[in-house]
């Protein structure tokens, strides 16, 4: 079975940076769809940050928009999130999610996540 794995989360204090990887095992399929999510605390839901669909440009949460920026290789099955001005209300468990495939083929991945802490 295919995975993700992303690495890069820690505790950092607000107006810091960090930046996210993410690596797809060789199983996985190439990758069309790349998407960076996230889930505070308390909070039923995960929230999509970015994502990126067929090369085109990626599109970003309200929250994050300025502030983070997303970069993706399906070449290579690897994505990247760079996060700027953070701020405690971006504290949450951030993970990687993909897809390959079309149709019958079309195949979801994700990671286990990677916590990140901002501390104000």
């Known amino acids: 079975q295919g995975q993700l794995v992303e690495s890069g989360g820690g505790l950092v204090q607000a107006g810091g940076s960090l930046r996210l990887s993410c690596v797809a095992s060789?199983?996985?399929?190439?990758?069309?769809?790349m998407a960076w999510y996230r889930q505070a605390p308390g909070k039923d839901q995960r929230e999509l940050v970015a994502?990126?669909?067929?090369?085109?440009?990626?599109i970003y949460g309200d929250s994050v928009k300025g502030r983070f920026t997303m970069s993706g290789d399906s070449d290579n099955n690897t994505m990247f999130l760079q996060m700027n001005d953070l701020k405690p209300e971006d504290t949450a468990v951030y993970f990687c999610?993909?897809?390959?495939?079309?149709?019958?083929?079309?195949?979801?991945?994700w990671g286990q996540g990677t916590q990140v802490t901002v501390s104000s």
């Open positions: 994502l990126i669909h067929g090369g085109a440009s990626p």
């Open positions: 060789e199983n996985v399929g190439r990758m069309h769809t």
């Open positions: 999610s993909g897809q390959s495939g079309l149709g019958s083929r079309a195949r979801d991945y």
